[in-house]
């Protein structure tokens, strides 16, 4: 198995609702990545887990959540998210923390009303 | 901070010509550099990883090159097909960290 698979694929909601997004990765990759990438934009770095623990936040707020219930799936949790936040959240994998290739997801577009 | 500038931004061209697309970090200690390719609305696919001992890789019509001393890479398409449509990104880490940080992107289209 040599994907990485993000769900769903899309989601739209409002405010106030509180949603997840879902990565998993069957590769023994042990750095696991969030991505957020808004239209015609490349994409930024939000999250890094490395062997399960978060060991990078681009100081990004705390209505985004993120979690690593093992070393196969990630996990960010939404909360109160504004309009602005609207973007592909793209979900990425690399064997090492020392980023080899990266593997990434096809993401999840998210519309928030 | 970290700035990843890509030359050109869009590119139109016939089927059957050699292309090359440009890469410009602003620090110049780069450790990994990868070019990837992303369709429109999907996740972007690895095309070629340069790690910190290498200078050059090579992948069928694709060849990517970086010079440390510049900060600069270069992706060479050869022979482009309409299927090479596509955003082209670069993405580089400095000093063996895992945050790679992206370019600005190349919109290719290629005309058959």
């Known amino acids: 198995d040599t994907e990485v698979t993000q769900t769903p694929k899309h989601l739209v909601m409002g405010m106030t609702n509180k949603k997840s997004l879902k990565c998993e990765q069957h590769?023994?990759?042990?750095?696991m990545y969030w991505y957020k990438q808004k239209a015609k934009k490349p994409p930024e770095l939000m999250f890094v887990y490395s062997y399960e623990k978060l060991s990078i936040n681009e100081s990004v707020p705390s209505r985004f959540s993120p979690e690593c219930p093992n070393s196969s799936l990630l996990n960010l949790h939404l909360h109160a998210l504004q309009p602005e936040d609207s973007a592909l959240y793209l979900c990425a994998s690399s064997q090492e923390d020392r980023a080899n290739v990266l593997t990434f997801g096809a993401g999840s577009r998210l519309t928030v009303l | 901070k970290q700035e990843v500038t890509q030359i050109p931004a869009a590119l139109s061209v016939p089927e059957g010509e050699n292309l090359v697309l440009n890469c410009s970090f602003t620090?110049?200690?780069?450790?990994?550099l990868q070019w990837f390719r992303q369709d429109p609305g999907k996740g972007l696919t690895s095309l070629l990883l340069?790690?910190?001992?290498?200078r050059e890789q090579t992948s069928g019509r694709l060849n990517a090159s970086l010079d440390k001393s510049s900060g600069r890479s270069t992706l060479y398409i050869a022979a482009s097909q309409p299927g090479d449509s596509a955003t082209y990104l670069c993405a580089g880490t400095t000093s063996g960290t895992y945050k790679y940080i992206f370019g600005t992107g190349t919109r290719l289209k290629v005309l058959a």
């Open positions: 340069i790690q910190s001992s290498q």
């Open positions: 620090d110049s200690a780069i450790y990994n």
């Open positions: 590769m023994g990759h042990r750095a």
